[in-house]
């Protein structure tokens, strides 16, 4: 069974930091690109990052570049998207998505399988 847990959303401050996570199993994760979203009630989800488990490779919204790293442990099949500079307009449900190109990347149709998402919240 495929699964993709993300878990690590919290309350935090504005300019504070937090670390996420996206534990993947039920599929060759060496092979995939895992992709993060974002969604806010009332809008459409955007792409925030993805990494690919193949070469480490990343990508970065506009929004978030420079403020958001990513990382992946291919021996325990999580990504870890670290978060920093946190801003108010951070504020969303955070989801994992694995698709099996880069060019997937922000095209939320092409991803395969996904997460639940987890909540971030960030206060002014």
């Known amino acids: 069974e495929v699964q993709l847990q993300a878990s690590g959303g919290g309350l935090v401050q504005a300019g504070g930091s937090l670390r996420l996570s996206c534990a993947a199993s039920?599929?060759?994760?060496?092979?995939?690109?895992i992709g993060w979203f974002r969604q806010v009630p009332g809008k459409e989800r955007e792409g925030v990052s993805c990494?690919?488990?193949?070469?480490?490779?990343?990508l970065y919204a506009d929004s978030v570049k420079g403020r958001f790293t990513m990382s992946s442990d291919n021996a325990m099949s999580t990504v870890y998207p670290q978060m920093s500079s946190l801003k108010p307009e951070d504020t969303a449900v955070y989801y994992c998505?694995?698709?099996?190109?880069?060019?997937?990347?922000?095209?939320?149709?092409?991803?395969?399988?996904w997460g639940q998402g987890t909540q971030v919240t960030v206060s002014s």
């Open positions: 998505a694995a698709s099996y190109s880069m060019d997937s990347w922000p095209h939320e149709d092409e991803y395969d399988y």
């Open positions: 990494i690919s488990s193949v070469d480490g490779s990343t």
């Open positions: 039920g599929f060759t994760f060496e092979d995939y690109v």
